[in-house]
């Protein structure tokens, strides 16, 4: 079983619609929680960071984290085309002193016009 | 404030020879993390590097290797290369003392 599962996709949705992107994991060790976006051929841009459990929004982005269910999830309202990418969960713990980071395997999402 | 880069960008070996991969992190950043991406594995850690000392390592064979330099700039290794190694690799600067990581945008790696 992988430590951070995440559906793959591909997943389509017509411009305007609300998305929602998920992940789950195993290890309780895991204190902080990121969603990355990767554009083809680009490497990936971190979208939101999060710490504790419950919501943070920025701007058309919330991050939600439920530390008892672990599960985190990404919300996207009214998506645009430029929003088609790949979107990759990770999460983080300090392991013997040093940062372990563990990605999902990235859902790719297509937003259609 | 200039990002990540890596070079090459696109890198096309044959089975057996050996590759270096450069990394220059974001000016301030101690701390740089590579990663090989594959549409079957994902996002996969390599190895970190902190002043100059590896802190933290994946699970990959001796033939990947890396260094990093007293200017923070990072190298990976990858000798013998095999088909299997074709991938994106990717390098991620970071001050070292967080958990936010910024990407470079990659070296693309053909095996042939």
């Known amino acids: 079983q992988k430590e951070v599962e995440q559906d793959p996709g591909p997943l389509s949705v017509p411009e305007g619609a609300i998305v929602s992107l998920n992940c789950t994991y195993s290890?309780?060790?895991?204190?902080?929680f990121m969603w990355y976006r990767q554009y083809s051929r680009k490497g990936p841009e971190l979208l939101m960071y999060?710490?504790?459990?419950g919501n943070k929004e920025d701007g058309r982005f919330t991050a939600q984290v439920d530390k008892s269910s672990k599960y985190i999830s990404l919300f996207i309202r009214d998506s645009q085309p430029s929003d088609s990418a790949t979107y990759l969960c990770?999460?983080?713990?300090?392991?013997?002193?040093?940062?372990?980071?563990?990605f999902g395997q990235g859902t790719r999402l297509t937003i259609n016009p | 404030k200039a990002g990540v880069t890596q070079t090459p960008r696109y890198l096309i070996k044959t089975r057996g020879q050996q590759v270096t991969l450069s990394c220059s992190p974001i000016?301030?950043?101690?701390?740089v993390s590579w990663y090989q991406q594959t549409p079957g594995q994902g996002l996969q850690f390599l190895f970190e590097?902190?002043?100059?000392?590896?802190?933290n390592k994946g699970n990959f064979p001796g033939r990947f290797s890396g260094r990093q330099f007293s200017n923070s700039r990072s190298e990976m290794n990858v000798s013998t290369l095999e088909l299997g190694d074709s991938a994106l690799y990717l390098c991620?600067?970071?001050?070292?003392?967080?958990?936010?990581?910024?990407f470079g945008p990659g070296t693309r790696l053909t095996v042939l």
């Open positions: 991620a600067s970071s001050t070292g003392e967080g958990n936010e990581q910024f």
């Open positions: 290890n309780s060790a895991f204190q902080y």
């Open positions: 999060t710490y504790s459990s």
């Open positions: 990770a999460m983080s713990a300090y392991f013997k002193g040093a940062q372990k980071l563990v």
């Open positions: 000016s301030g950043h101690r701390s």
């Open positions: 590097y902190f002043s100059e000392t590896q802190r």
